[in-house]
Every structure is written in structure tokens, then in C-alpha cells.
């Protein structure tokens, strides 16, 4: 079947394939690797999903089939630490990461109800956490360190405080923009 065939029947088109024949390449030099500097161990587990992340931004079910297999661990329980473990995304995250302080300062600030507006803002549905553009994925954690700058936000590497429904506006909409191949501009 020709990749164009494949495309209109579902499949993966062809630079699809060759990247994830890549991937798999590296996940498999990965395994042995760190196997070969700590043995097979929980410890190893959590350091080859790290890794794994850390290289296409997610755990997509497929690495963690290849993982089990290369371990010979069953799925079931590399499925259990990657879904334990908050570091670890199941699912592809959006072009840009927002962090959403929950620490004492930001919570008592007002960030939860912050974080409900950004949810509501960018039509992201309750047990999700990226919007259905794949603009934007939002995460809570829990300090940002910039306390005296609560209710705190990072959006990929920039930090904004005093957030509120208005500012948040502002924010999302100049990441939009962004997206779209403008300039950033100021909030």
C-alpha cells in the first residue's frame, strides 16, 4: 500500500512512519543505555520514561509497549508508573505549557479559581488538560517560587503575576496571536 493509500485509509502518511522509526530507534538506544549504567530496576523504569518524555513530550502507548517489551516488564505495570508518577503526560501536550501555581501564596490569592477560569477560557473539558486547538495545556504545580508576585502563572519560560480573569485574558490572547505568526507584544 503506497503512503498516500495509507493516509486515505487512516494510516500514517510516510513522514509520520520515518519519524517514529527514528523514535524507536532512540527509545531502543535509550533502554540499553541506562540498563547498561543501572541494571533494570524501578529506578531504571522511571529514568527510561524520563528520557523517553523528555524526547517527544509525552509517553504515547507504542513507546511504552516497546519499554515492556525490551524490559520484559509487563505493560501493565509500566502503564501503573507512568499514570502514578504527575511528571509523566499520556497524551501529546499543546504548543505552549501553562503552569498554574498552587502553592499557599497563590492559592489563598485566588489561582484555583484562576485556574477554573483558564480551564473555562480555553473550552477544556473537565479530567483534560489541553485544549482541542492543541494551543495551550495547563498544569497545576506546586510553587513557582514567586511568592510575592501571587496568583502566578508560567507560560512555557515566562512568569506572570497578579493574575486575574482579565490578565488572563490578555495572556492567552497574545499567545493565540503568536501562534498565528505575529509578535508577542506586551500584557
Not at 104 to 109: E, L, Q, R, S, Y
Not at 151 to 160: G, M, Q, S, T
Request: proline share 4%; net charge positive; hydrophobic share 35%.
Amino acid at each position: 500500500m503506497s503512503p498516500r493509500e495509507q493516509q486515505s485509509n487512516g494510516g500514517e502518511d510516510l513522514q509520520q512512519q520515518v519519524s517514529r522509526d527514528v523514535d524507536v530507534a532512540f527509545i531502543e538506544e535509550v533502554i540499553n543505555n541506562v540498563i547498561e549504567s543501572n541494571g533494570r530496576s524501578r529506578k531504571t523504569l522511571i529514568l527510561i520514561l524520563q528520557k523517553i518524555q523528555n524526547r517527544l513530550g509525552y509517553l504515547p502507548k507504542w513507546s511504552l509497549e516497546l519499554v515492556s517489551n525490551n524490559l520484559k516488564v509487563p505493560l501493565s505495570s509500566i502503564y501503573g508508573v507512568a499514570t502514578f508518577y504527575h511528571q509523566f503526560n499520556m497524551e501529546p501536550p499543546g504548543e505552549n505549557i501553562i503552569q498554574i501555581c498552587m502553592g499557599t501564596a497563590c492559592h489563598i490569592k485566588g489561582n484555583s479559581e484562576n485556574y477554573n477560569f483558564l480551564l473555562n477560557l480555553l473550552n477544556i473539558n473537565p479530567g483534560e488538560n489541553t485544549s482541542k486547538d492543541r494551543l495551550f495545556t495547563v498544569f497545576k504545580v506546586r510553587c513557582l517560587g514567586c511568592c510575592s508576585l501571587a496568583p502566578v502563572i508560567k507560560v512555557n519560560d515566562e512568569i506572570y503575576g497578579e493574575v486575574d480573569f482579565k490578565k488572563l485574558r490578555r495572556i492567552i490572547s497574545k499567545y493565540r496571536t503568536k501562534t498565528k505568526g505575529e509578535s508577542y507584544g506586551e500584557i
